[in-house]
């Protein structure tokens, strides 16, 4: 397990610090029963935003779990977890390869943090970013 410190960052982006992380701002939490994959850095975002850092905390979850993570935490019905799908150019996904994604779908919530899905439900990634003020 590699730790990457990224600058201005509060912790290491690696499994260890998870619920570091997850503490940061509001809202941060997975879905329950959820198992995290990984923790990494948010490279791109940081490249592209002078002071700004983030963390991809790739996971898995029940269908029903994810369904109700997104109905509590993001305001947005998770009974419809439908749309267009996620786009490669949206502000907050340059750092996850949706190629690798089938039927992609994201949502934005609580001002810091992107919730990309996989569908049918199963795989999901929570993005948090942040920056200096």
């Keep these: 397990m590699t730790s990457i410190q990224q600058e201005g960052a509060p ?3 690696d499994m260890a610090h998870l619920d570091d992380i997850l503490a940061i701002g509001q809202g941060h939490k997975l879905p329950d ?3 995290v994959r990984s923790v990494s850095p ?3 975002f940081a490249a592209n935003y002078p002071g700004g850092w983030g963390y991809i905390i790739a ?3 029940q269908d029903q779990d994810i369904r109700n993570y997104v109905s509590n935490q993001t305001g947005h019905p998770g009974e419809y977890i439908s749309g267009p ?3 490669q150019n ?3 996904l ?3 390869d949706l190629s690798a994604i089938s039927d992609p779908w994201d949502l934005g919530f609580g001002g810091d943090a ?3 899905l996989e569908r049918p439900l199963g795989r999901g990634w929570l993005i948090i970013r942040g920056a200096p003020r």
């Design 94 to 96: 340059e750092d996850v």
């Design 59 to 61: 996971f898995t979850a």
């Design 42 to 44: 948010a490279v791109n």
């Design 90 to 92: 949206r502000d907050g």
């Design 114 to 116: 992107m919730l990309l």
């Design 33 to 35: 029963n959820a198992e």
């Design 11 to 13: 912790y290491p982006a």
């Design 85 to 87: 799908n996620a786009n």
